[in-house]
């Protein structure tokens, strides 16, 4: 075993009784500090690439041996070297790798180079850039310094480079999205709403399970938010093993084209909750700007009202007092009125029901997804649209946390589960009739 030198503070004049250093040490320290004027973390590289070239030379001794034993039975040999590059802060930096091969005349892998060359890397970089709203051409001003002799010689750090990287990994992430076998999560609740890039329409999906958890389970490209697209939706998480048949609850925004899907798909299985948050909008919309307040904090009063029955009643009170000033308004009320108390039948705490009575979480994901696309100017085809949708959702879902009220979720499941109990008899009475 080698001894580890160890680094002892002197006083200056002891220090002149200490040995001197050897002519080898002094030309590495000479170098080091050449290499310490472009800044700590360029001299930290170069150390770095000298201890890479260690580790690989080593690899080399552990599968052939000591260079110029003589071993008996020797089953490789050491093959010179080879140019080579690794992946270093977003960029590649051109190495020489040391070759080996067996006696066979194979090559022999060095799996300390493979895992410095590993290309991945460098596109989790160019990843995480270009979702963080990086732009390509600004892709190589954020690299860290590394010294201005390894950077005249880095490659992949160009736009088309980049953007080659880009592609590469969204792709990757919407394959990831659209095939996320679905069996074996435990999905109590969906959410569904559209987002647009350019003039197309991402229809998504994310789901809650059984502890709360938030997760993206798919998107369907269409022009609208219309019935044939979310159907197919739909049908696509089905395929994929989303379970309805312990009953689901689906939190939508109120566009008959997402209920007409939801029912035609799931059946009596889900219970639809439309967003309370947009029927107030809605309503507000079809008012004078003098009217809007008061009726706004009543039908805020009637949507938080834990007794369902009742919070129905004031709802309905509320559209007959408009019936005669602001026809419109009232019927922009009544529109859908019974699916706003969902959630409240259901019982579930007040925190939790002020969770899945609006559309806030999904369109929250929503948000991030046109943040990390702010920088695109030109959508060349409905791929483009997908894949960048596809990775602003997986964007978003790693900083999600937990609903809010998620102690509550399993009030949920058992609402759900004595909804399906009480339609499921009645399905087979049909049958059977």
Known sequence: MKNVPVVRLVAR????????????????????AATAREGLLAMSV????????????????????PKHAKLP?????????APGSVVLGGRRVKVSRPRARTIDGEELQLESYTAFADDDLLGEVVMARMLAGLATRRHRAAN????????AEAASTSRSAVSRRFIAGTRRALEELMSRDLADLDVVALMVDGVYFAEACCVVALAITGDGTKVPVGLWLGDTENKTVVTALLADLV????????????????AKALAAGVRKVFGDQALVQRCT????RNVADHLPKQTRPWVDRKLALAFANPDAPAGLRAAKDLARSLEREHPDAASSLREGLEEMFTVRRLGVGDRLAKTLTNTNAIESMISISRTTARNVKRWRDGTM???????????????FRRVKGCNDMPILVAALARHIDGVTPACEDEEAA
């Open 13 to 32: 004049d002891d220090a002149e009784n200490l040995p001197e250093l050897s002519e080898e040490l002094r030309v590495a320290l000479s170098d080091v």
């Open 46 to 65: 170069g150390v770095g690439l000298r201890v890479m070239a260690e580790l690989m030379d080593a690899e080399v001794t552990a599968k052939v041996g």
């Open 73 to 81: 039975g020797r089953r490789a040999t050491r093959h010179a070297s």
């Open 144 to 151: 860290e310094p590394v010294g201005e002799a390894i950077e």
């Open 239 to 254: 395929t994929r093993g989303l379970d309805a048949s312990g009953g689901l609850l689906v939190v939508i925004d109120g």
């Open 277 to 280: 948050l947009h029927k107030r």
């Open 385 to 399: 649209v997908k894949r960048w949708c596809a990775a602003g959702m997986l964007n978003a879902q790693a900083s």
